[in-house]
């Protein structure tokens, strides 16, 4: 099974920024495409942004021109650049990675951002 572990979330204020790691092991020659989600307080998992194998990129509206998704095939890794951080981006953030047969999740990262 494909493996993914998270790092980088920690506390920061307003317009702040901070950069997820994601690295994922096992089958990875498997993964199409990875991406990040979050969880919010009393809110339903959203998407944040994904990325393929080929580097295609996908962002929520309401992350687009503060976030940026980039991978590492080398490293197995995908990042997370969080820039200009807001307080409603306070959530756990999730990596994925799919296969086009299923998914698989990490344990998430405790993203928080005071005003």
């Known amino acids: 099974q494909v493996q993914l572990v998270e790092s980088g979330g920690g506390s920061v204020q307003a317009g702040g920024s901070l950069r997820l790691s994601c690295v994922a092991s096992?089958?990875?020659?498997?993964?199409?495409?990875m991406g990040w989600y979050r969880r919010a307080p009393e809110k339903q998992r959203e998407l944040v942004a994904t990325?393929?194998?080929?580097?295609?990129?996908n962002y929520a509206d309401s992350v687009k021109g503060r976030f940026d998704i980039s991978r590492d095939n080398a490293k197995n890794t995908v990042f997370l650049q969080m820039n200009s951080l807001k307080p409603e981006d306070t959530a756990v953030y999730y990596c994925?990675?799919?296969?086009?047969?299923?998914?698989?999740w990490g344990q998430g990262t405790q993203v928080t951002v005071s005003s």
């Open positions: 994925k990675a799919y296969t086009g047969f299923r998914e698989y």
């Open positions: 096992g089958p990875i020659s498997r993964i199409i495409s």
């Open positions: 990325i393929t194998f080929s580097g295609s990129t």
